[in-house]
């Protein structure tokens, strides 16, 4: 038993001094990265999304329970009158009643959380917007592709049509009564268009400025960085141009320097406008569309802005000249 015990703790002492000289491993602990503005965006899209499902399932099993109790009040209503059946029409009654007012809070529910589905979709787009002014290569396809799905789907593009502007001498006052009110009608749609491609440029002025802003400061981090007679860096993206920039950046959504404006992209102006300026233009802005480059769209916005202008200022003239001759016809 002696030596039994011998061995044993000769044997423990061993076993320690091999892991006493087995390295050590350290394990670093992993720390979890932040999300991104993006990444929260995308997360309150995917929240709203799961909670107007929800509410549309409700209402579609709510909705077959309330046509179940529609059929039973039916077949009551068919069998022969009686004590009986009179107090079980009055119960289905107040139960179909009480599911039809559930129904309609519901159908509230739901128009509510679409509208908060568009919002927090309009709030992602801002958030990938500003993301993509300082993408690298490798993230700008995985953002762009967040815009395409969370971007409100554009409505078809509806071509302006421009009325007859020519004066008929053998037209009586009636005729060019119409004939001007549908120029004048012509001439709303062109304005609106007029209004919206400035409201285009000046966008994408602001998305051209912030990128040149953020290269400034990029430039500049760098070159402070590779200073030797400096003590200490800045980090990259410092400075006080990288501060206006992050102060563009970071602006809420309600504050937003129009940026992503769901609705300014949201008609074609090619097809729009396609009756309206010259080929050259629209060619123009096809082109434009599948640029990159916010400087070049911002001026292709402008010229076709001014061509848009040059057109509804000529269809004035005509209409105005089409109603004196309204009024000539009718002068005694």
């Known amino acids: 038993m002696r030596l039994l015990a011998l061995t044993v703790v000769v044997l423990l002492g061993v076993a320690g001094a091999a892991l006493a000289d087995r390295p050590a491993t350290s394990v670093a602990p992993r720390v979890a990265q932040a999300p991104t503005a993006v990444d929260r965006a995308g997360a309150a899209v995917s929240n709203a999304v799961a909670a107007r499902a929800q509410l549309v399932a409700d209402r579609g099993t709510l909705s077959r329970r309330y046509g179940g109790e529609l059929v039973a009040i039916d077949k009551l209503k068919r069998q022969k009158a009686s004590w009986r059946r009179d107090r079980a029409l009055r119960s289905k009654l107040a139960a179909s009643l009480e599911t039809a007012r559930?129904?309609?809070?519901?159908?509230?529910?739901?128009?509510?959380?679409?509208?908060?589905?568009?919002r927090v979709r309009a709030a992602a787009v801002v958030a990938v917007d500003r993301a993509l002014l300082t993408a690298t290569a490798s993230t700008r396809a995985d953002l762009e592709r967040k815009r395409r799905t969370w971007a409100p789907r554009p409505l078809p593009p509806r071509k302006i049509v421009i009325p007859d502007e020519a004066l008929d001498p053998l037209a009586d006052p009636e005729e060019l009564d119409l004939?001007?009110?549908?120029?004048?009608?012509?001439?709303?749609e062109l304005a609106s268009e007029v209004a919206r491609l400035e409201q285009q440029a000046t966008r994408y002025d602001r998305m051209a400025e912030l990128r040149r802003q953020h290269e400034r400061a990029e430039e500049l981090?760098?070159?402070?960085?590779?200073d030797p007679?400096?003590?200490?860096?800045?980090?990259?993206?410092?400075?006080?141009?990288?501060?206006?920039?992050?102060?563009?950046?970071d602006a809420p959504p309600g504050e937003s320097d129009g940026l992503?404006?769901?609705?300014?992209?949201?008609?074609?102006?090619?097809t729009a406008l396609s009756d309206v300026v010259d080929p050259s233009?629209?060619?123009?802005?096809?082109?434009?569309?599948?640029?990159?480059?916010?400087?070049?769209?911002?001026?292709?916005?402008?010229?076709?802005?001014?061509a848009v202008t040059q057109r509804l200022a000529t269809m004035r003239k005509k209409r105005s000249?089409?109603?004196?001759?309204?009024?000539?016809?009718r002068a005694p």
């Open 260 to 270: 992503s404006e769901p609705s300014a992209d949201s008609r074609d102006f090619a």
């Open 229 to 249: 007679r400096r003590i200490g860096t800045t980090a990259r993206g410092g400075g006080p141009e990288a501060a206006s920039v992050n102060d563009g950046l």
């Open 102 to 118: 559930t129904l309609g809070a519901l159908a509230e529910r739901v128009k509510q959380a679409d509208t908060e589905l568009v």
């Open 321 to 329: 000249a089409i109603e004196g001759r309204a009024r000539e016809l």
């Open 179 to 188: 004939q001007a009110a549908a120029l004048r009608d012509a001439e709303l």
């Open 221 to 226: 981090a760098m070159r402070d960085e590779s």
């Open 281 to 306: 233009t629209v060619d123009a802005l096809r082109r434009a569309e599948r640029s990159s480059d916010p400087s070049a769209r911002a001026a292709v916005a402008r010229r076709a802005r001014d």
